[in-house]
Nanobody, 120 residues
């Protein structure tokens, strides 16, 4: 089982920056990818950015050019640096780890979410 704890959300003015962090604790067999998704009120959850164990990175369209994802494997932590924030970035941001459990089953693990609010 894996437990994810997020931090770093808050209120920021448009054009500002925030850095989210997510630390994983517990044990699974193998991590496939770590990343961030977000969900705004009335909308579906969408990809922000993921980074896989091979170093590959994938950004959602809304994040390209403004957000950067990076990992500290020694700390089991993934970060999301968000710059040039816009009001439309307002959402609950969820940390995600995709991996294989100790039973060999592929699973998605989710954090509790952290609110990011960008004022105009």
């Amino acid at each position: 089982q894996l437990h994810l704890v997020e931090s770093g959300g808050g209120l920021v003015q448009a054009g500002g920056s925030l850095r989210l962090s997510c630390t994983a604790s517990g044990t699974i067999f193998r991590v496939i990818a770590m990343g961030w998704y977000r969900q705004a009120p009335g909308k579906q959850r969408e990809l922000v950015a993921t980074t896989n164990s091979g170093g590959g990175i994938n950004y959602g369209d809304s994040a390209k050019g403004r957000f950067t994802i990076f990992r500290d494997n020694g700390l089991n932590t993934v970060y999301l640096q968000m710059n040039s924030l816009k009001p439309e970035d307002t959402a609950v941001y969820y940390c995600n780890v995709r991996g294989y459990s100790t039973f060999g089953v592929q699973e998605d693990y989710w954090g509790q979410g952290t609110q990011v609010t960008v004022s105009s």
